[in-house]
């Protein structure tokens, strides 16, 4: 089943879960509103890129809400700022595809956070993204 989530400043993106439990689990650290929606084919383009961008959105605050809790060292945060500063300007134009590569492309661990795991569960949940696009 394809969900809608959005986030309290409306943006919205959409991703497929087996159930709302699923759903719930993904993004249960953001504020959200999680509705069960239609097929992502009938979605207008505009729609499509909105969601790609708010998804890459809701992933870059994941990101940052993982490097908080963290405790990340000034020189920890330049290292990941540098490592993913490409990322973060693919992500701002919902490049979803660039953006799987481009973190792919990365050999962790980057500082003592980003590890081999959070990459994988990145691109997890990016292809998990890209399945109904």
Same mark, same amino acid.
């Given at each position: 089943?394809?969900?809608?989530?959005?986030?309290?400043?409306?943006?919205?993106?959409?991703?497929?879960?087996?159930? #709302?439990?699923?759903?719930?689990?993904? !993004?249960?650290?953001?504020?959200?509103?999680? &509705?069960?929606?239609?097929? /992502? *084919?009938? +979605?207008?383009?505009?729609?499509?890129?909105?969601?790609?961008?708010?998804?890459?959105?809701?992933?870059?605050?994941?990101? #940052?809400?993982?490097?908080?809790?963290? !405790?990340?060292?000034?020189?920890?945060?330049? &290292?990941?700022?540098?490592? /993913? *500063?490409? +990322?973060?300007?693919?992500?701002?134009?919902?490049?979803?595809?660039?953006?799987?590569?481009?973190?792919?492309?990365?050999?962790?661990?980057?500082?003592?956070?980003?590890?081999?795991?959070?990459?994988?569960?990145?691109?997890?949940?990016?292809?998990?993204?890209?399945?109904?696009?």
């Amino acid at each position: 089943m394809v969900y809608k989530f959005t986030k309290q400043d409306n943006s919205f993106f959409y991703m497929s879960f087996s159930d #709302i439990e699923d759903a719930s689990n993904f !993004s249960n650290n953001i504020e959200k509103i999680i &509705e069960e929606t239609y097929n /992502f *084919s009938t +979605i207008p383009e505009s729609e499509k890129l909105e969601s790609d961008k708010a998804f890459l959105l809701f992933m870059m605050d994941r990101f #940052i809400y993982l490097n908080r809790l963290e !405790s990340v060292t000034s020189a920890e945060s330049v &290292e990941l700022l540098t490592s /993913f *500063s490409s +990322i973060k300007q693919l992500s701002e134009v919902g490049a979803v595809p660039e953006v799987y590569g481009s973190i792919q492309a990365l050999v962790p661990p980057i500082g003592r956070v980003y590890t081999s795991e959070r990459q994988q569960d990145d691109l997890d949940k990016i292809l998990a993204y890209m399945a109904i696009r």
